[in-house]
């Protein structure tokens, strides 16, 4: 019905067109949040790795905290992976795709290997999450312009990232 009722006022009227990339044209994007999200499921596997070593398995405090960590790293796991989708969906154009043949590839290296990453509790999987994604932020960053640098988290896991040299 309102679909409808717009035809007629367009018709009337000659509503000018809107175009925009998203819902809400913002323009910032930064693949920050994917490699933090990558560093996250590597501590969560960590965290379950040494709960197992250390812990009376029969316990309702293990079953508690493995549950948790399980959930933080399916849930970041995805994160990377949306925020990667975001970015190459809305951001990415064909000149891009051109001068950097890799990124549909690569794309699908990040969205199977955080998949990986929510399967396994394998810290090389997510080390190799990681990996992929900070080759993305490289590129991404190429594209703006903007040089960049790996540097070592300051927090736990301490695995290198990439940062934008401002």
């Known amino acids: 019905m309102f679909h409808r009722i717009f035809q007629v006022l367009d018709r009337l009227f000659h509503f000018e067109v809107a175009r925009a990339h998203c819902d809400i044209p913002c323009g910032i994007y930064d693949p920050h949040q994917a490699q933090v999200a990558a560093l996250t499921v590597i501590r969560m596997v960590d965290l379950m790795t040494d709960l197992v070593k250390g812990a009376q398995k029969d316990n309702a405090e293990f079953h508690n905290s493995m549950s948790r960590y399980i959930a933080v790293k399916e849930e970041h796991a995805e994160l990377c992976k949306r925020e990667v989708r975001v970015i190459f969906g809305d951001f990415i154009k064909k000149e891009h795709v051109e001068k950097y043949p890799e990124l549909p590839t690569l794309v699908h290296k990040i969205m199977q290997a955080g998949s990986k990453a929510r399967q396994s509790a394998s810290r090389e999987a997510a080390l190799d999450l990681l990996a992929q994604v900070n080759r993305f932020a490289e590129i991404f960053w190429e594209i703006k312009g903007i040089p960049t640098k790996r540097v070592k ?11 934008p040299v401002l």
């Open 153 to 163: 988290a300051p927090y736990k896991p301490e695995e290198e990232i990439v940062y």
